[in-house]
């Protein structure tokens, strides 16, 4: 068994929405009418909830997917499938609701995928299986990187792009959580100061805040399915693109390579083999640097008084970054 890694001990933004089979099947009817046979809350995930359905009458079962974090989510992430279909591997949305009249979320009913998480299948250590998962992982993320906008930014309810404000800049985003108290009472002065340093002295490793590829922005085995295909771990589903963002696939990268370190070494290589075209030779450093983008943001909106485990990974994370940072620069 690996040491913990890839999030599987972060505490939920919030608690799961209960609901009864009498409200999933109220929830249902404007859809249709088939009788709930089973109701059962899916653990995974830090946010929204989710159950899945079974029916008496053998139709296939449905995820019951409730947004509690933030009510436009609905709309991007149902915008992003639309775009995803025959495209990547995504479940079908069946039905959408927003008016909150029967619960007071959004919610989807979304195609059930057949499949395991990626994430379970690392943690058993099976290096063979662990390959597998990680270049399909990679194909798939080289196929995302070729889904190209005209500007990078965040997406709205009807799929356009806000540009990225001043503020929201990389470089300038960074270095203003790094002043933030938050972030501060996480770090030590050390740590701080390296990062300042490395990021004002390497900012030309970040992306160009011009180039605008589909980015997952949760892209890691947490939110990835897979099941054996002729003998061989396939992605099935990618999920929860409700933060998806038109920036740069380095922001992926970053994160499905945050926890690298920690993991037996095929898990990188075969990522990056899958991965296939063409990378830039600083690809680790600016990869590296756009997960610590994310890294603060995390430290920023998760103190350690709500959700301690979480945070001290996190903190874990951003140190052992800086740290090797320091080496691979040097090689540059």
Same mark, same amino acid.
């Given at each position: 068994m690996i040491q913990p890694a890839l999030k599987q001990n972060w505490e939920r933004f919030s608690q799961p929405v209960e609901i009864t089979a009498y409200q999933a099947q109220e929830l249902l009817e404007p859809w249709k009418s088939y009788p709930i046979q089973t109701l059962e809350l899916l653990s995974d995930g830090c946010a929204n909830t989710n159950y899945k359905l079974t029916f008496k009458n053998g139709t296939a079962p449905l995820v019951l997917r409730l947004y509690t974090r933030e009510k436009s989510a609905l709309a991007r992430e149902h915008g992003i499938h639309e775009l995803l279909k025959n495209k990547l591997p995504v479940p079908s949305f069946f039905y959408t609701n927003n008016d909150c009249e029967l619960i007071p979320h959004p919610y989807a009913l979304i195609e059930w995928i057949d499949g395991i998480s990626m994430r379970n299948v690392i943690l058993t250590g099976d290096e063979k299986a662990i390959g597998e998962c990680t270049f399909?992982?990679?194909?798939?993320?080289?196929?995302?990187?070729?889904?190209?906008?005209?500007?990078?930014?965040f997406f709205q309810?009807?799929?356009?792009?806000?540009?990225? !404000?001043? @503020? #929201?800049?990389? =470089?300038?985003?960074?270095?203003?959580?790094?002043?933030?108290?938050? /972030? +501060? %009472?996480?770090?030590?002065?050390?740590?701080?100061?390296?990062?300042?340093?490395?990021?004002?002295?390497?900012?030309?490793?970040?992306? !160009?805040? @011009? #180039?605008?590829? =589909?980015?997952?922005?949760?892209?890691?085995?947490?939110?990835?399915? /897979? +099941? %054996?295909?002729?003998?061989?771990?396939?992605?099935?589903?990618?999920?929860?693109?409700?933060?998806?963002?038109?920036?740069?696939?380095?922001?992926?990268?970053?994160?499905? =390579?945050?926890?690298?370190?920690?993991?037996?070494?095929?898990?990188?290589?075969?990522?990056?083999?899958?991965?296939?075209?063409?990378?830039?030779?600083?690809?680790?450093?600016?990869?590296?640097?756009?997960?610590?983008?994310?890294?603060?943001?995390?430290?920023?909106?998760?103190?350690?008084?709500?959700?301690?485990?979480?945070?001290?990974?996190?903190?874990?994370?951003?140190?052992?970054?800086?740290?090797?940072?320091?080496?691979?620069?040097?090689?540059?």
């Open positions: 399909s992982a990679g194909v798939h993320l080289n196929q995302l990187r070729q889904i190209k906008f005209s500007k990078g930014g309810s009807d799929m356009s792009i806000r540009p990225f !404000d001043e @503020n #929201e800049k990389y =470089l300038d985003f960074c270095l203003e959580k790094l002043q933030d108290e938050k /972030v +501060r %009472k996480c770090l030590t002065s050390t740590t701080l100061n390296d990062l300042k340093a490395i990021l004002t002295n390497h900012s030309h490793l970040l992306p !160009d805040i @011009n #180039e605008a590829n =589909l980015t997952h922005a949760d892209f890691d085995p947490a939110n990835m399915l /897979v +099941r %054996k295909i002729n003998n061989r771990f396939e992605v099935v589903a990618i999920l929860d693109w409700e933060f998806s963002f038109a920036g740069s696939y380095l922001f992926d990268m970053g994160m499905m =390579l945050r926890y690298a370190h920690k993991l037996p070494k095929t898990y990188e290589e075969s990522f990056i083999q899958g991965l296939s075209s063409p990378l830039p030779s600083t690809w680790r450093q600016s990869a590296k640097l756009t997960d610590l983008l994310c890294l603060l943001n995390l430290l920023y909106y998760n103190s350690y008084e709500e959700r301690p485990l979480m945070n001290r990974d996190v903190v874990g994370l951003v140190e052992h970054t800086a740290t090797l940072f320091r080496k691979i620069v040097s090689t540059i």
